[in-house]
């Protein structure tokens, strides 16, 4: 674990992921319409916009404390949280719903990151294949 997140950050898991996985899941976010720290960097996505009260995922943007995350109900991804709020800093920065795979990562993708349980890497790529796909249905 990096220092920075031993003392400050919010990365924490049960399974060390590697860094190698860093650049497929940066492609991913880009060429899915994200920038490389998983902020919508597309129109098309906001209709999916979420918005972060306490521990809950909501479409209400008059109480917010995380505007820029992104849900469609088969993965949802919440850049790195920089604000105060304990509550968002604790939720995982990734989630693939059908198998309820969870990753954290400290400041940007797959920096210091873990994950709720271990998976391949093929695993891992078509489960982000399945994700883009996602967004075209």
Known sequence: MEIGNLLFGNSRGK?????????SFISFLLTAGFDAYGHIDNDLLERNLITIEGNEC????????????????????LPYWWGD????????????????YELSWYK???????ANKE???????????????????
């Open 15 to 23: 399974v060390p992921v590697s860094r190698d996985w860093q650049d």
């Open 58 to 77: 909501c479409l209400d943007l008059e109480h917010k404390e995380h505007i820029h995350g992104f849900d469609n109900g088969i993965f949802r991804v």
């Open 85 to 100: 709020s304990e509550n968002i800093a604790e939720l995982p920065n990734f989630v693939y719903y059908p198998n309820q």
């Open 108 to 114: 940007y993708p797959l920096r210091d990151s873990y």
């Open 119 to 137: 998976i391949t890497y093929d695993k891992f790529l078509k489960m982000l294949n399945d994700c883009r796909c996602s967004l075209y249905k």
